[in-house]
C-alpha cells in the first residue's frame, strides 16, 4: 500500500508539474502572439502551436482529475447501490473507464505509425508525431491512474462509508 501511494504522489507532482508548465506556455505564446499581432508584426503559426499546448494540458489534465478521483468517477450510483451490488459496478466501472482509454491509446499509438513523420502546416519543424504523442502517453497514464486510485474505490464500496465525491467536495467548500 505504501509503494502505492509512493506512485500516486509521484504521478501526482509530475502531472502538477506538465500541466503548469503547459500553461505557461500557452500564456506566454498567446500573449507574444497577441503582442506581435498589435504591433502590425503577426505570427502565423502561433495558433497552432497553442491549439497543440492545450490538447496536451486537457490530456495531461484528464489523467491528473482520473488520479485525484474527479473524472467519471459515478460516486453517488455507487453509493446508492445495494451493498452486494456496489463492488461490481466500481469493477464494471474501471473495466470500462480503462477499455475505454486503452484503446484511445492504441488507437492513437496507430495514428502516430501512419502520420507520425508528416508536418504541421505552420510549424514545419514539429511533427505530427510529436503533436499527437499526449494521446497514446495521457491515456495510458489515465489508466495507470485509474488502477491506483481502484483500491480506494473498492474499500469505500465495500463498507458503508460515503462515497468521495470531489465535485460536491469542491462545491460545499465555495458555500
Wanted: hydrophobic share 60%; proline share 5%.
Amino acid at each position: 500500500m505504501r509503494a502505492l501511494s509512493l506512485a500516486q504522489r509521484l504521478l501526482e507532482r509530475s502531472l502538477i508539474a506538465i500541466g503548469i508548465t503547459l500553461l505557461f506556455a500557452i500564456a506566454l505564446l498567446v500573449a507574444l502572439g497577441v503582442t506581435a499581432r498589435k504591433l502590425g508584426r503577426p505570427i502565423g503559426w502561433y495558433d497552432e502551436l497553442a491549439g497543440v499546448l492545450l490538447a496536451w494540458l486537457t490530456w495531461y489534465g484528464a489523467a491528473l482529475a482520473a488520479l485525484k478521483r474527479a473524472h467519471l468517477g459515478m460516486p453517488n450510483l455507487v453509493a446508492r447501490a445495494p451493498a452486494p451490488l456496489r463492488v461490481p459496478l466500481v469493477v464494471l466501472r474501471t473495466l470500462l473507464v480503462c477499455g475505454a482509454m486503452g484503446l484511445i491509446a492504441w488507437c492513437g499509438a496507430q495514428i502516430l505509425a501512419i502520420l507520425g513523420d508528416e508536418r504541421l502546416v505552420t510549424v514545419p519543424w514539429l511533427t505530427v508525431g510529436i503533436a499527437q504523442s499526449t494521446i497514446p502517453i495521457a491515456a495510458t497514464l489515465f489508466v495507470v491512474a485509474e488502477l491506483l486510485t481502484l483500491p480506494a474505490r473498492l474499500a469505500e464500496a465495500r463498507t458503508r462509508a460515503a462515497a468521495r465525491d470531489p465535485e460536491r467536495v469542491v462545491l460545499e467548500g465555495v458555500r
